[in-house]
Nanobody, 125 residues
Framework: VQLQASGGGLVQAGGSLRLSCAAS????????AGWFRQAPGKEREFVGA????????DYADSVKGRFTISRDNAKNTVYLQMNSLKPEDTAVYYC???????????????????WGQGTQVTVSS
């Protein structure tokens, strides 16, 4: 499966952005999906995950209550709605996918085989 992330940009603290990740090449509903981010000089870290059938989600503690992951399997797309953004949310955001069981949530970088190219999110103070 090929993944194309979009929707990043520059936003002031307290603002919102919605990232999208469009999948192609395979039946996307067979894949668990997630979002990760990587700030300069830091390791890539987990942000949110969603299972194949979109009934379950998981989030990093740092984004709980502010970010929402969702997916539309009919559109082969996974989303990350980011509200109340903070300067520490500044990073390159990556979407990821991996074939899995219907209820599986994957939260580790090494859990995923397929990655998008990343989209830059910059939050100014």
């Amino acid at each position: 499966v090929q993944l194309q992330a979009s929707g990043g940009g520059l936003v002031q603290a307290g603002g919102s952005l919605r990232l999208s990740c469009a999948a192609s090449g395979r039946t996307f509903s067979n894949y668990a999906a997630g979002w990760f981010r990587q700030a300069p000089g830091k390791e890539r870290e987990f942000v949110g995950a969603i299972n194949r059938i979109a009934y379950s989600t998981d989030y990093a503690d740092s984004v709980k209550g502010r970010f929402t992951i969702s997916r539309d399997n009919a559109k082969n797309t996974v989303y990350l709605q980011m509200n109340s953004l903070k300067p520490e949310d500044t990073a390159v955001y990556y979407c990821a996918a991996h074939p899995s069981g219907a209820w599986t949530l994957l939260v580790g970088v090494d859990d995923y085989d397929y990655w998008g190219q990343g989209t830059q999110v910059t939050v100014s103070s």
